[in-house]
Nanobody, 124 residues
Framework: QVQLVESGGGLVQAGGSLRLSCAGS????????KGWFRQAPGKERESVAA????????LYADSVKGRFTISIDNAKNTVYLQMNSLKPEDTAIYYC?????????????????WGQGIQVTVSS
């Protein structure tokens, strides 16, 4: 089993940056593909970005391409989400998750373990 804990959220002005971190416990963390998801009030959860277990392949939602970067440090059991040029519409609770799926995917239904989520608020 993998436990995930997000950090780095908070309040930022539009145009600013934040870096989310997700620390995973368990020696098997490195064998999973990782992903970031978000859910805004009154909206369904959406995928933001995903990265393969080796870091060699990344996927992004169109809404964040060119602004967000997902990365991993398997030595530290940590996955990151660097968020630049933040917009008010990026306001949401952000979740990290891991999947044992054969290939990296942005399908949230394929993810096996989830963090508790962290709030990101972007003011206009």
């Amino acid at each position: 089993q993998v436990q995930l804990v997000e950090s780095g959220g908070g309040l930022v002005q539009a145009g600013g940056s934040l870096r989310l971190s997700c620390a995973g416990s368990g020696r098997l963390f490195s064998i999973y593909h990782k992903g970031w998801f978000r859910q805004a009030p009154g909206k369904e959860r959406e995928s933001v970005a995903a990265i393969s277990k080796t870091g060699g392949s990344t996927l992004y939602a169109d809404s964040v391409k060119g602004r967000f970067t997902i990365s991993i440090d398997n030595a530290k059991n940590t996955v990151y989400l660097q968020m630049n040029s933040l917009k008010p519409e990026d306001t949401a609770i952000y979740y990290c998750a891991v999947t044992g799926n054969t290939i990296v995917t942005m399908n949230g239904g394929s993810y096996d373990y989830w963090g508790q989520g962290i709030q990101v608020t972007v003011s206009s």
